[in-house]
């Protein structure tokens, strides 16, 4: 432990103990970790190794500043909780931009500046901010350390909590820095500070943070500076930041594809596998249905990955999907034993963080919806007394849980194949009370993007601002597209210029939020989920009935295997209703929507949208 990391510990932040201590030749990194020591002026620099021992150091000494606490060994072992500032709590749209060149390469979904500008202000910023704290150096690699192309990141932050978080969402440490160095690879520098230095002797807190958060991306230098929050979706860079936003642009130039998506395998009862892949929006649903536990006999599903999916074409024009992260980022409340046991057995096996839940008083963790007996007493994310007479949720409805992946029990082996595995389904779905049917198979791939392109959700607590409200969210990208929207658009169109068309995956529009009249869900959703899945492959295998409507094919009433639900024919029909008069708004809504985009959007949307409207005519 101390034997190695002692030696790595330099004690004072001159350019030259930031370099006599690396263990690294890696002249580039070597130079950015200097400049960046000289903006900062951290007390010390220290590099991650990623080991166990070095873990448990920095556990310790969270716990001791009171930004972690240790649960209860028995219940969850070797698992903290941390609770934030109440202003530092999701992820802030507001504050992120994509700094490239032209304005117009932004695109209207991106809030831009121009990046010399914005360096400019980050630097100030950045000036002395890690005054009184520790400088962590964190090589890491999305996706596999053996790709053929593995994509390497480093990141600087001041934040212990961000080290043991990283560690468990990605690959980092000694041999990924050993293979960038052997490789000379480049990284993407991924720059992250709390903005809170500590003076000579000031108290700190248990939630450093800044009221000025910048969360900045520079596609053109593929670089990342994250300012002043020290929540998971602005903080650990390597998620959002990297593996969707900065990668989004590298693949649109590689001819690939970085995506908000699940991925899961699917084997039916004659032992044929499928892999899909899903994109929703935040807190609609990817880690559930990613971990999703069958309600029908015969059928398994393995999981592969629960939040990003990067896709490209193989040799034979095949569609292969990789789950770049090592982790799991979910969403705490709502997941429970009863609707996501497979997420429960993974977090109950331990080496986990919780982020803003409330704690038993025996030192577990609880939040809404993960029991059905609700405690008698708990302490609140904010620290206060809570009984089942408060006014507030327990836990913050945007509460975390960061666990390894590995600790899944349904993970697929072919996680860990660097290749990945080919898909043969892609499905997109939101969050919406009316209007989008429990599934819809798109008519064709271009069909299917534009199903995509006009995805909507109502808002939900993972990011800042008004829950509820219905807003487009292409291929549920929309906090994450690194660049123009309609440049996007057409680079989905594009990519699949690469592929055996007859290979190409079949896309379906899903919506497991539909309400009925009377204000239930129209669908049970969660584990019955298994039997649209189960109707999706057997469309994949021309077995399943479906009614033609103007968007798409829709389940036949008695094609939805309902075997032991409370549920008729006719519910179903229900929730597969295509309503001419919800369309007529929605037709309206995606017009405004297609407006926003101007020259960049690709014709063969537009055209789309007028064919879907001939059809609703006819
Ligand atoms: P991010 O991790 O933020 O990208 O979100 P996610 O897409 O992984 O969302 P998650 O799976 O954590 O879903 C969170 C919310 O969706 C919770 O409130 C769940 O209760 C709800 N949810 C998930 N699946 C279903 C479903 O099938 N039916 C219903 N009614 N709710 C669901
Ligand atoms: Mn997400
Ligand atoms: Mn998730």
């Not at 002395?128 to 999305?142: A, D, E, L, S």
């Not at 704690?359 to 609140?380: I, K, N, R, S, Y």
């Amino acid at each position: 432990g101390d034997s190695v990391r002692q030696p790595l510990l330099a004690e004072r932040a001159t350019e030259e103990a930031a370099v006599s201590a690396a263990p690294t030749t890696h002249a580039a990194l070597l130079a950015w970790v200097e400049e960046t020591a000289a903006l900062t002026q951290p007390d010390r620099i220290y590099w991650v190794n990623g080991s166990a021992q070095e873990n448990a150091e920095l556990t310790d000494e969270l716990v001791a500043a009171g930004t972690l606490k240790r649960l209860n060994p028995e219940l969850f072992p070797n698992s903290f909780a941390a609770f934030s500032d109440p202003a530092d709590v999701a992820r802030v749209e507001e504050q992120t931009f994509i700094c490239s060149r032209d304005e117009r390469d932004a695109g209207f979904t991106n809030n831009w500046m121009d990046p010399d500008a914005m360096k400019d202000k980050l630097r100030g910023l950045f000036a002395g901010c890690m005054r009184g704290r520790t400088m962590y150096v964190i090589p890491f690699v999305m996706g596999h350390l053996n790709a053929q192309e593995p994509k390497f990141g480093v990141e600087i932050t001041d934040s212990a909590y961000v080290v043991t978080s990283m560690r468990i969402m990605a690959t980092i440490g000694t041999a990924v820095l050993d293979r960038m160095t052997e490789l000379n690879a480049d990284f993407v520098p991924a720059l992250h500070s709390l903005g809170a230095p500590l003076e000579p002797g000031q108290q700190d807190v248990s939630w450093p943070c800044n009221d000025e958060k910048w969360i900045v991306h520079f596609p053109e230098e593929r670089s990342i500076w994250s300012f002043g929050s020290g929540y998971g979706g602005n903080a650990l860079l390597g998620k959002k930041c990297y593996a969707l936003r900065i990668a989004s642009v590298m693949a649109r130039d590689e001819g690939w594809l970085a995506e908000h998506m699940l991925i899961l395998k699917l084997t039916s009862p004659e032992n044929k596998t499928y892999y899909v892949s899903a994109a929703f929006p935040s807190a609609c649903g990817k880690t559930n249905l990613a971990l999703l536990d069958p309600t029908i006999e015969g059928w398994k599903v393995e999981t592969l990955g629960d939040d990003i999916t990067w896709m490209r074409f193989g040799k034979e024009g095949e569609l292969r999907a990789v789950n770049p992260e090592a982790g799991l980022f979910g969403v705490a409340p709502g997941t429970g034993w009863k609707t996501n046991p497979n997420a429960m057995r993974a977090i109950a096996k331990g080496n986990s963080i919780f982020t803003n839940v409330a704690l038993t008083d025996d030192g577990g963790v609880w939040w809404e919806g993960m029991t059905e007996e609700v405690p008698a007493h708990l302490t609140d994310w904010q620290g206060n007394d809570w009984t089942q007479s408060s006014d507030a949720p327990a836990a913050h409805p945007n509460a975390r849980f960061c666990t390894p992946i590995d600790q899944i029990d349904m993970l697929a082996d072919e996680f860990n194949d660097p290749e990945g595995v080919e898909l043969s389904a892609i499905l997109f779905g939101g969050r919406r009370k009316t209007t989008v049917p429990l599934v819809t198979q798109s008519r064709d791939w271009t069909n299917g993007i534009f199903m995509g392109s006009t995805l909507s959700s109502e808002t939900t607590a993972a990011a800042a601002g008004a829950v509820g409200r219905v807003r487009r969210d292409p291929m549920a990208m929309l906090p994450f597209m690194g660049y123009d929207a309609g440049d996007y658009l057409s680079h989905w169109l594009k990519v699949s210029g690469q592929a055996d068309q007859s290979r190409l995956p079949e896309i379906f529009l899903v919506n497991w939020f539909r309400r009925t009249a009377d204000g239930g869900f129209a669908w049970p959703g969660f584990g019955d989920n298994s039997r649209v899945m189960k109707w999706i492959i057997e469309r994949l295998e021309g077995k399943a009935d479906a009614v033609e409507t103007p968007i798409g094919y829709v389940p036949a009433p008695d094609s939805l295997d309902l075997t032991g639900l409370d549920l008729t024919p006719a519910d179903v029909e229900e929730a597969v209703r295509v309503d001419a008069e919800e369309w007529d708004a929605e037709l309206e809504g995606i017009e405004q929507w297609y407006q926003q985009f101007g020259e960049s959007l690709p014709k063969e949307l537009v055209n789309e949208l007028e064919n879907l409207k001939k059809r609703f005519a006819a």
